[in-house]
């Protein structure tokens, strides 16, 4: 059924016809609207039987969903930025104890400085946590996404994120098609553990392991993660035939049979993109797009399939590896190793600066010149980084770097006056 | 269950580590002798009786104890429980009244008409014991245990010897003597009394016995020189005591005066002051704390109104009067004359001052050594002459009923392996349960339960036993007091802190046992072993 | 004579078990086939405090819910020692996640199963959470009092052995004033942990008003398995703080660790009693009163007090605390409440 509505209140309705059993709620921007939507329907008693639970952390959050889904319940809950790493310990331990809980985040970059917009850095910081990470473009998809996801997670016994752009698509009002209890019913079979605590069957789940035994342990996680691969588009495909659309998958290309140039980027950004190479390629720009909609496990041969025929690969991420450059990008290049193609890293939209076409237009075309630094920060206001820069090293107590660079961009000084 | 590997494990699977390997010390289940037990001159295995007691099993209890001591009902009221002095709950509260449940114990046994065995075998032997008293009984009970064919000469016209004859029936009834004898003659043992053996050898030969056993008692009072007049009556306590029997009561008069300290001037004073004496003063050159009396007794004898003049001796008597000489004691604790002098009004002297043995049965008997007044045994209670053995009053040693009993107990065992041509080898005792091996903690509190005595009137006034029995609930209250020193009495204390599980309980009886494969040695069992049954031992290696 | 019932059995209710008893009314470890919820074969230390505790408290667990029972386990001695790989000690269906989150995966464990309830499961399946001090009073305090707050029907046990043990006996904020312990060592001016209240968790759980909160220790089984026992028959969030000694933190011989544990209670340096709804219900009185210096003395964590120069000092500061402890808990007189 289409219905216009909120990506966060889309993303509840769409959890809870994958009837959650428990469901774990902390507040966070930008998720926030979904787990309150999610509390209305377990209160009104529309999602029966489900628990609510109300906890007093994300670090709570995560290690109720872990006490949940040990003993059996199908478990569901949201988080971002802070929150996610402030349940970091509890997500490592969730996916290294195989237990299938669904999160979706909400993404949001990470302080210091503190700030509540969207980037990538929250769910990358994570990316090595043993959970599966698939990113959302639209609010259809994030909606879908959550639907295949507890059909992967369960089926891998291994807890995925969904990741959704905070605000760009949470608070965004859109048309989405819902699906039917009966359609998710028939897609998403009951949830049977692979293991589960029961009186009947006591086991010890938990146990200490030295030397002897880690690194099996490890590799089994790596060997799982990998299965997804193969499962995922055989789900996708299915998706399709009871619900009527696609979504999901591995990768998505646009307009890149003959493209010498590709674009690679995850999530909301992809739909700016798209219609910025449209405009190039009818200017004729031999330009395309590569989206990448599973991060972990990353689908590294259709990532090489996909862009091995390009001369030079712009990642734009939005997320930076401090120190290095970009996250996606080294991804991306250990994907392409020993091909003759230069990947360039865009840092871009990090702290939910906006990302315009004009600036995309201005980027591309530089980059088809290869006129590109191979790290470079999209829209950086290179003055004031500058002058900071010179303060710093001219006074050792020169102040706080962000209420300088403020002031220099005159955001300060205009409320001031 | 499809289980990832490692992380998930099946349960208990730990048992394949055997912690066992820890160990250092180990600890071992043992027995120590409870200081009741090895208290008690008869032998008797008072904490084993006792546990039956507690469940309430009475008759069990009661075959227990007389395993050892056939005379419960009598000992219950007249030992002098050496067994409560030595018992380790007076560390925790006051001893365990164990004298007071023997004779609960023995009262129901004659109640209820409960039997001794008979023997499962004849030896074929036949044992002669010369002497009705506690030894004499004691040793034809466990003599007829053996098998063997027994006889008793009784010189007296009752059994009990002592018993009878030295003890006041306020303090035995004879009712209580005359079923306990019974008993014993129900087993199949003859006695044959106004049988005064006058010589041994001779009636062994007459009534082909293998072997005797004498056990005659020390029947004849002591003397003591004190100048008196003629009028003055002056008699010995034996005599009064054994007149209190017969047909003549002893006439004493108003004023009776007692000479001496000891339990039997206790008893004549009493029993003077019941057969109406207005006063009964006993005189004793010493001090209370040094009279061998039992103190008991004589706070009993002070209730009854019995007057004592400690540190005196009698230097004449007069017709209704004594001098007596104030004593004092010198820096070595000994009694001097102090020159002082004082008047007592007396119509008779009663002279408690011990008694001797008649031996003239032994005469010509080779090999025999006398001493002191009595006869010498060896170890093994035989006197110089192989096949006569004697205990009781009649051989050196204290002279109590418990002593006794003991002596006939001991000498029936090693008359037995003699007539076997064997030797009796005691086991060997195990080491005393003193209180520094016990956790008293796991005791709760619980006060010893006093059996009830007569109304001093009537004590004053009449021969009803002065003090009476516990019922059922207070005796087993009293039972359930016991420490149960050194024994296992399975409270699942090493069953239940063991944290290694090392401790395999093995049912109801059967206590319980080590799992050295997961013990570690850590010794919290030991030290929470409330009775010291546990010890730990160093590893061998 | 005034009548005695014959109730008194020989050791009255002190020993684990008692053949006199009625099978009934023996301690759940009296039993021959107790649960054993926790086997043989574990890696505890010689005289563990903790194990003994663990099987005490979920032994009796077990037997007040008839099986039906899942343990979650914090990080720490007791899930180092039971579950090294490839073997388990335990018998009970059980988890461990992390060090600070037992009472959480608890919260979600018992949210599981309410759901289960309500789809038709038909056992009463019930959830226990356990950990040491650090893992209660310090680390996962935070989803403890998330736990308590919002009433989950778990019931928490926190093991106090006064310290961090497993990493190598560091300070909690459950160690006892003037302890020594690897991070509060025994020199400069103050020697041994700092003075102060430290984290009474059992007040804070009482201040969350939750259904029942106790305190125990492994030298009182009757006591403990009365107090698991009742807490299991309430639902809602529920707090049981067991003092548990640990020979080689303290410095204590393995046999001694249920005599100092006794100690502690008796000497008031620990209160035992148990409360509902934030009020104190009852007080485990002390049966033989007696000065801290004997709990204090054998155990080496305070051997500084007891040198050349006994620190009378701080021994007199103990011994107010022990004091407070006996006054506000009316340890002397059982309460009489």
């Known amino acids: 059924m289409l219905k216009q509505m909120e990506g966060s209140r889309a993303v509840a309705e769409a959890v809870a016809l994958c009837r959650p059993e428990v469901i774990c709620a902390y507040p966070i921007s930008p998720q926030t609207h979904i787990v309150e939507a999610l509390g209305e329907f377990v209160k009104d008693g529309s999602l029966a039987p489900c628990e609510f639970i109300n906890v007093e952390s994300e670090f709570a959050a995560m290690s109720v969903a872990i006490g949940s889904s040990a003993a059996g319940a199908r478990t569901y809950t949201a988080t971002a930025s802070q929150g996610l790493l402030f349940m970091a310990e509890a997500v490592y331990n969730a996916s290294g104890l195989g237990l299938p809980i669904v999160m979706t985040v909400a993404n949001r970059a990470i302080g210091a400085p503190i700030n509540i917009w969207n980037d990538h850095t929250d769910a990358l910081s994570q990316r090595d946590s043993g959970w599966l990470q698939i990113f959302a473009e639209t609010n259809q998809e994030a909606l879908d996404l959550h639907i295949q996801g507890f059909r992967l997670a369960e089926e891998l016994s291994l807890p995925i994120m969904v990741c959704m752009d905070g605000f760009i698509l949470t608070h965004a009002y859109e048309r989405v098609d819902m699906p039917t209890q009966e359609q998710v019913d028939a897609y998403l079979p009951k949830y049977e553990p692979r293991q589960v605590l029961d009186p009947a069957e006591p086991v010890s789940i938990g146990a200490m392991v030295g030397p002897e035994a880690f690194m099996e342990v490890r590799y089994l996680a790596h060997a799982k993660q990998m299965e997804a691969l193969k499962l995922i588009p055989a789900y996708a495909a299915e998706f399709k035939s009871v619900f009527g659309r696609d979504s999901g998958g591995l990768v998505h290309t646009y307009k890149a049979d003959d493209a010498e140039t590709m674009v690679v980027a995850m999530g909301s950004v992809l739909g700016t993109i798209k219609d910025t190479v449209d405009e190039m390629r009818a200017a004729g720009h031999k330009i395309g797009v590569l989206g990448i909609t599973l991060f972990r496990p990353f689908p590294i041969a259709q990532v090489r399939a996909a862009l091995q025929g390009a001369q030079r690969v712009v990642v734009l991420e939005k997320s930076l590896a401090v120190g290095l450059g970009g996250i996606l990008a080294t991804n991306v290049r250990m994907a392409l190793s020993a091909l003759p193609i230069d990947v360039y890293t865009v840092v871009a939209g990090i702290g939910g600066r906006p990302i315009t076409m004009r600036s995309l237009h201005g980027l591309f075309r530089r980059a088809e010149q290869d006129d590109i630094d191979a790290v470079t920060f999209l829209d950086l206001n290179r003055a004031v980084v500058d002058k900071q820069l010179d303060r710093e090293r001219a006074k050792r107590r020169s102040g706080p770097a962000a209420e300088a660079m403020l002031r220099d961009v005159g955001v300060v000084a205009a409320k001031l006056a | ?541 | ?337």
């Open chain 3, 1 to 337: 004579m005034s009548f005695q019932p014959v109730k008194f059995y020989q050791t009255g209710t002190f020993t684990v078990g008692n053949r006199l008893l009625p099978p009934e009314e023996r301690s759940v470890q009296a039993q021959a086939k107790r649960y054993n919820s926790i086997n043989s074969g574990h890696r505890a230390c010689q005289g563990c405090g903790e194990a003994l505790g663990a099987r005490y408290a979920i032994d009796a667990a077990m037997e007040a819910v008839d099986g039906q029972l899942i343990c979650a386990n914090a990080t720490g001695c007791l899930e180092v020692f039971s579950t090294p790989y490839p073997e388990t000690s335990w018998q009970v269906p059980w988890i461990h996640s992390l060090f600070g989150n037992t009472a959480a995966v608890a919260t979600g464990i018992a949210a599981a199963l309410k759901v289960k309830k309500q789809q038709g499961e038909p056992r009463n399946i019930r959830v226990v959470a356990q950990g040491g001090d650090g893992g209660t009073t310090d680390i996962g305090f935070g989803c403890l009092s998330g736990m308590f707050e919002r009433n989950d029907d778990v019931l928490y046990i926190c093991y106090d052995n006064g310290g961090y043990m497993n990493t190598g006996i560091q300070r909690s904020s459950a160690t006892p004033p003037a302890a020594r312990t690897a991070t509060t060592m025994a020199v400069g001016a103050e020697p041994g942990n700092v003075f102060g209240q430290g984290k009474f968790v059992p007040a804070i759980a009482m201040a969350h008003e939750i259904p029942y909160v106790a305190t125990a220790t492994v030298a009182d089984l009757r006591d403990l398995e009365a107090k698991v026992r009742r807490a299991m028959e309430i639902r809602g969030a529920r707090y049981i703080h067991i003092l548990v000694p640990c020979p080689l933190g303290w410095g204590t011989a393995s046999n001694e660790t249920i005599r100092i544990a006794r100690l502690a209670k008796e000497t008031g340096m620990f209160p035992v009693f148990e409360a509902e709804h934030g009020e104190v219900k009852s007080v485990l009185a002390i049966r033989h009163p007696l000065p801290v210096e004997e709990y204090l003395k054998p155990q080496k964590r305070y051997a500084h007090l007891f040198g050349k120069t006994p620190q009378v000092e701080v021994i007199a500061r103990l011994q107010e605390l022990a004091d407070r402890n006996i006054r506000k808990y009316g340890l002397l007189d059982g309460g009489e409440r």
């Open chain 2, 1 to 541: 269950m499809d289980k990832p590997f490692a992380i998930t494990l099946d349960p208990g699977s730990s048992l394949a580590n055997k912690t066992g390997s820890w160990r250092t010390f180990r600890p071992v289940y043992l027995d120590r002798l409870p200081p009741c037990n090895a208290a008690c001159p008869a032998g008797e295995n008072i904490q084993g009786w006792l546990y039956h007691a507690e469940s309430g099993d009475y008759e069990q209890a009661w075959r227990a104890l007389t395993e050892n001591n056939p005379l419960p009902a009598i000992m219950g009221r007249v030992c002098y429980h050496p067994c409560q002095g030595a018992c380790n709950r007076q560390f925790v509260d006051s001893a365990v009244g164990i004298n007071a449940v023997e004779r609960f114990l023995g009262d129901e046994a004659i109640k209820r008409g409960w039997a001794f065995g008979k023997p499962m075998k004849r030896s074929g032997k036949r044992v002669l014991v010369v002497g009705a008293g506690p030894s004499g009984l004691s040793a034809a009970y466990h003599l007829a245990r053996y098998g063997h064919a027994v006889e008793i000469h009784e010189a007296g016209p009752f059994a009990g010897g002592m018993m009878r004859f030295g003890i006041p029936k306020y303090r035995l009834p004879r009712e209580v003597i005359e079923a306990e004898v019974q008993r014993i003659l129900d087993m199949g043992v003859t006695l044959k009394l106004n049988t005064k053996v006058a010589n041994i050898a001779d009636a062994m030969k007459a009534g082909h016995f293998d072997a005797a056993f004498l056990a005659v008692g020390a029947h004849i009072g002591k003397r003591a020189f004190i100048p008196a007049a003629d009028a003055t009556r002056i008699v010995d306590a034996i005599s009064v005591l054994r007149s209190m029997e017969g047909e003549e009561k002893p006439m004493l008069g108003r004023r009776v005066v007692v000479y001496g300290g000891g339990n039997t001037a206790i008893d004549v004073a009493r029993t003077a002051k019941r057969m109406g004496a207005e006063e009964a003063i006993i005189v004793y050159r010493r001090t209370r704390e040094k009279a061998p009396a039992h103190d008991s007794e004589i706070e009993e004898a002070l209730q009854e109104g019995i007057m004592v003049k400690w540190l005196s001796t009698i230097k004449q008597a007069d017709a209704g009067e004594i001098t007596i000489e104030k004593m004092a004691l010198d820096d070595k604790g000994f009694p001097q004359p102090t020159g002082e002098f004082e008047k007592l009004a007396a119509d008779s002297v009663v002279l408690a001052l011990g008694q001797d043995v008649d031996l003239g049965l032994l005469e010509g008997v080779p090999g025999l050594e006398v001493k002191n007044g009595v006869v010498q045994v060896g170890p093994n209670m035989m006197t110089g002459h192989a096949g006569i053995f004697a205990g009781g009053d009649m051989v050196p040693s204290e002279r109590t009923v418990t002593v006794a009993v003991g002596h006939g107990k001991k000498a029936a065992r090693h008359i037995d392996a003699w007539l076997a041509g064997e030797a009796y080898a005691p086991p060997p005792k195990h080491e005393v349960a003193t209180f520094d091996k016990l956790n008293s903690w796991y005791y709760s509190e619980a006060p010893h339960q006093v059996r009830p005595v007569l109304d001093i009137i009537r004590r004053q006034s009449t021969f009803e036993e002065v003090v009476q029995g516990l019922d059922e609930g207070n005796t087993q209250f009293e039972a359930r007091r016991c420490l149960s020193c050194g024994n296992c009495f399975e409270c699942d204390n090493c069953y239940g802190v063991c944290p290694d599980n090392a401790v395999i309980k093995l049912g109801p009886g059967k206590r319980f046992q080590f799992n050295y494969d997961y013990c570690k040695g850590c010794g919290v069992c030991a030290t929470e072993c409330p009775c010291g049954a546990i010890k730990m031992v160093p590893e061998e290696n």
